[in-house]
């Protein structure tokens, strides 16, 4: 996917420099949605990379497949954790085979510190600041998580307490606002799959408050 990327990120850029655009389009769909808008003289040389973005494509839909039936077959139980949009098979799988056994943390707030999300703490004094993440633990788990946590805070993400929660970190302010609520989604998101995994709980994307008890009077 690196290579895809890479790759995208070439043509464009080719593009560009004689004056010309591509068409936005999910990265996916590039090697087809933009042959149609290739400047003429442009094509000789980019048309083979298209065609290599073509079967890269082709081979990663592949994967995804297989690693959608190994979740699925092999590890049931992340059917509970792809409940909230943003997780899909491979952050799912790849959390199922970190975490092993989940029942060894003591409580789900704890997964968050083994996997590096945790923000360090320096106390002066009086004076308590927050520094940057541990990162400890797996570091592609915990960038897919960052991930999923980009695409709950972003323009597809659906509305749920999740991402109003992180909106509401992104819109105090300050330096870095988004990327603390970012990582603070990500945290959430490790505390929050421990959870459905260990208890089997439905995930609630909004969690509505029970009815008020009304009296019966005769």
């Not at 056994?101 to 002066?124: E, I, K, M, W």
């Not at 998101?189 to 439905?202: C, K, P, Q, T, Y």
Request: aromatic fraction near 6%; proline fraction near 6%; include cysteine.
């Amino acid at each position: 996917m690196r290579a895809r990327t890479q790759l995208v990120n070439h043509v464009r850029g080719t593009v560009k420099a004689f004056g010309a655009r591509l068409p936005s389009c999910s990265t996916a769909a590039f090697h087809r949605r933009t042959a149609e808008a290739m400047p003429a003289d442009l094509r000789p040389a980019l048309e083979p990379i298209l065609r290599l973005l073509g079967e890269l494509t082709e081979e990663i839909n592949r994967y995804d497949c297989r690693v959608s039936v190994t979740a699925r077959t092999t590890y049931p139980d992340t059917t509970r954790l792809m409940q909230i949009p943003g997780i899909g098979p491979v952050t799912a799988l790849t959390y199922r085979l970190t975490i092993d056994a989940p029942h060894r943390f003591t409580n789900s707030r704890a997964v968050g510190s083994y996997l590096g999300l945790r923000p360090r703490q320096r106390a002066s004094g009086t004076q308590h600041r927050q520094l940057r993440i541990t990162k400890a633990g797996d570091s592609d788990l915990r960038r897919l998580l960052v991930g999923s946590a980009q695409y709950i805070l972003g323009p597809f993400g659906p509305d749920c307490d999740l991402r109003r929660w992180g909106t509401a970190i992104a819109a105090r302010g300050g330096k870095n606002a988004k990327k603390r609520a970012i990582v603070a989604v990500a945290r959430k998101l490790a505390v929050l799959l421990h959870r459905l995994w260990v208890s089997g709980e439905i995930y609630r994307p909004q969690r509505v408050p029970d009815a008020p008890k009304v009296a019966v009077t005769d």
